[in-house]
């Protein structure tokens, strides 16, 4: 068995049942949500977005809120006035551009304001099951360790992923090296001494 189908195994004995961690119950949710995220965690927008959500259900609501209402519901996560702004912003393109709705389109999502690589590819796999590997912190971290790629590059670790994996393992490979770096592999103190992966760790080897 090659070295990637041995992680891709063992994640998957690890993590049989996973999904992310952000609570949604429409795509545009999930867009808003996955926007909220950057920089902070799933735990603190989880708090934030049951009264944001509430108040401001769809991208109409949204688009037509006021900033300072909006910021006062999310002002305890990190980069809140900018996060204000932009769900705003992007709330009122989604109206104007296509009728509220968030479409499965790449292109289109990473043009909206706060949405880059990784929140569209999120969108794309949680929304639509459109194969796509969003890298954030902990699938960078964990694919450098484990060594899927030696890049320190997103879109780099994204293309070496992609290459090693078939498009239908994508997006859950993500979703379990998300899982193994948030509460195996952390940055500080990973669990290593439980680890089945030290035979060829960097990290563990260094
Ligand atoms: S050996 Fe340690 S650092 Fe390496 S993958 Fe396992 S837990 Fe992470």
């Not at 990637?4 to 195994?9: D, G, K, L, M, V």
């Not at 992007?90 to 009728?99: C, T």
């Not at 500080?188 to 439980?194: H, T």
């Amino acid at each position: 068995m090659s070295r990637a189908n041995r992680i891709y195994t063992e994640l998957e004995r690890m993590y049989p049942e996973v999904k992310s961690e952000l609570d949604y119950r429409t795509h545009f949710e999930l867009l808003i949500a996955v926007v909220l995220s950057a920089q902070t965690t799933d735990v603190a927008v989880n708090k934030v977005t049951p009264r944001l959500f509430k108040n401001f259900p769809d991208a109409e609501a949204l688009g037509k809120a006021e900033f300072s209402e909006v910021h006062e519901i999310i002002k305890t996560i990190g980069l809140s006035n900018t996060k204000a702004r932009n769900i705003i912003a992007l709330s009122k393109r989604l109206v104007q551009e296509k009728n509220g709705e968030v479409p499965a389109d790449f292109d289109y999502l990473i043009s909206l304001p706060g949405v880059g690589r990784k929140t569209a590819n999120v969108v794309l796999g949680e929304a639509f099951r459109i194969p796509a590997i969003p890298v954030d912190t902990h699938v960078l971290r964990v694919s450098n360790r484990l060594t899927l790629s030696d890049s320190k590059n997103p879109l780099v670790v994204e293309k070496d992923l992609s290459a090693l994996y078939p498009k239908e393992k994508w997006y859950y490979l993500h979703l379990r090296l998300i899982h193994f770096g948030r509460y195996f592999c952390k940055a500080q103190r990973p669990k290593c001494e439980e680890c089945s992966f030290t035979d060829f760790c960097r990290y563990f080897n260094s």
